[in-house]
C-alpha cells in the first residue's frame, strides 16, 4: 500500500517524503515543478536511500491522475500541491482560485471514485487572518486577508462538506506556522522562485552575496523591539507532523484540524540576530514601511497536536538557522543541477 504525495517536490513536500521513506513508507510522488526543480527528486533518494515512483503531472489532469490510481495501490494522499505566494495571490487571484480550489476537487472526486478515503490536507495559519489573541488555537476565529490563505479556507469547508456526506472519510487538516531550515545534510531546503517572499530565505540570500540587504517591515509594533513577531517552526519537525497526521487518518476515520507551530514567536530582528551567531555574517538590513495586513504578534498554541497526535516540534531557532545557512552555502543557487524534462504526457513515470 503506497502514499500519494501531491507537490512532493516543494519545500514542505521533499522533507515529507524523506520523512516517509526512512520510516519505511512506499510513496508515489506527483508534481508539475511550478514551485520546485526535477533535482530535488534525485535528492531525496540520495538523502534516504530510497526508490520511488514518480509521475510529472498536473493535478488538474484527471485522466493521468487516474491513471495514477490505477497503477498503484494508494492507501492515503498527503496533498502539498498548489500555488502558495501570499503576494502573488493579491496580483492573480483567479488562478490561485482557480487551481487551489479545483485541483483539489479532482483529487477528491478520484479518491472517492477510487474508495481511498485518507487524506491529510496543506492548510495554513494566514486562514486565521488578524488574530483575537495569542497563541492562536484550532477554535481561533477565521478570517483570510488574501487570496491564498481564502482558498485553504475554502478547501478546509469542502473537505468538512465532504466528511459530512460520507463518513468513511478520515481527513486531518494541518494548518503550519512558518516553516524555516532545512534537511541537516544541506541536500534539500527553500529554493525560491526570484526575490523571496518569504523572510528566512531572504536573510540567507543576503548572507550569501546574493542580495544587498533585507527590508524590514515596521519597528513601531507593540513587540519588545517593535518588529512583528511569528511562529518559526523547522520544516523537519513540520514533515513528522504529517508523518503523525498519516498514523492517524489510517487508523480512525472523522475530521480534525491540528496546528503545527512551536507555540513561540521571535521577533525580527531576534531571527537577524540568531542568523547571524550561527552564520558569522552579518545581515544589513533597512527599516521600511510595514506592509497592510501584518499583525504584530501571531504564535501558534499547539497543545492539540501533541494531545491528539503525540507530536510535538523539537528543534529550536539556533538548529533552523544553522541549517539554512548549511543548504545556502552548499547551493548558492538553489537547485541549479537539473535534468530535462520531458512532456508530462511522454513521462508517465520514473522510478528513483
Known amino acids: ?46 538523502i534516504s536511500g530510497g526508490t520511488f515512483k514518480f509521475y510529472y503531472n498536473d ?56 474508495n481511498v478515503k485518507k487524506l491529510v490536507f496543506s492548510s495554513s495559519a494566514t486562514v486565521y487572518g488578524v488574530p483575537e489573541r495569542c497563541p492562536i488555537s484550532e477554535n481561533s476565529h477565521l478570517g483570510a486577508l488574501n487570496p491564498y490563505g481564502r482558498t485553504k479556507l475554502m478547501i478546509e469547508e469542502i ?54 540587504e533585507l527590508n524590514v517591515f515596521g519597528n513601531e509594533y507593540p513587540t519588545t523591539d517593535g518588529t512583528g513577531v511569528r511562529d518559526y517552526i523547522h520544516v523537519v519537525d513540520l514533515a513528522l507532523g504529517h508523518l503523525s497526521a498519516l498514523e492517524k487518518v489510517t487508523n480512525s476515520t472523522g475530521i480534525d484540524v491540528y496546528n503545527l507551530g512551536t507555540g513561540k514567536g521571535y521577533s525580527v530582528l531576534e531571527l537577524i ?19 497592510p495586513g501584518d499583525v504584530a504578534v501571531c504564535y501558534s498554541d499547539p497543545e492539540k497536536a501533541k494531545e491528539s497526535l503525540g507530536w510535538i516540534s523539537k ?14 552555502s552548499k547551493n548558492p543557487n538553489g537547485y541549479e543541477k537539473s535534468f530535462e524534462v520531458e512532456s508530462p504526457h511522454l513521462l508517465p513515470v520514473r522510478v528513483f
Not at 468538512?160 to 494541518?174: F, G, P, R
Not at 558569522?280 to 506592509?291: A, E, F, L, N, Q
Request: charged fraction near 20%; include cysteine.
Open 59 to 114: 493535478l488538474l489532469d484527471k485522466s493521468r491522475l487516474e491513471e495514477i490510481f490505477l497503477e498503484n495501490n494508494i492507501e492515503a494522499v498527503i496533498h502539498f500541491a498548489g500555488l502558495k505566494a501570499v503576494g502573488e495571490s493579491v496580483y492573480i487571484p483567479l488562478q490561485y482560485y482557480h487551481t487551489n480550489i479545483l485541483s483539489t476537487l479532482v483529487l477528491c472526486e478520484t479518491m472517492k471514485k477510487y
Open 273 to 291: 540576530s540568531a542568523f547571524e551567531t550561527v552564520s558569522g555574517k552579518k545581515i544589513p538590513y533597512k527599516i521600511v514601511d510595514p506592509r
Open 159 to 212: 473537505l468538512k462538506d465532504l466528511h459530512v456526506s460520507d463518513t468513511d472519510w478520515s481527513i486531518s487538516i494541518l494548518r503550519y506556522f512558518n516553516p524555516i531550515g532545512a534537511h541537516e545534510s544541506g541536500l534539500i531546503g527553500e529554493d525560491p522562485h526570484g526575490v523571496p517572499n518569504n523572510l528566512m530565505p531572504y536573510i540567507s540570500q543576503v548572507a550569501i552575496g546574493k542580495l544587498k
Open 315 to 328: 528543534k529550536g531557532i539556533n538548529e533552523m538557522c544553522e541549517d539554512t545557512w548549511r543548504w545556502q
Open 1 to 46: 500500500m503506497a502514499i500519494l504525495i501531491t507537490g512532493g517536490a516543494g519545500y514542505i513536500g521533499s522533507h515529507t517524503c524523506v520523512e516517509l521513506l526512512n520510516a519505511g513508507y512506499e510513496i508515489v510522488v506527483l508534481d508539475n515543478f511550478i514551485n520546485s526543480k526535477p533535482e530535488v527528486i534525485k535528492r531525496i533518494t540520495e
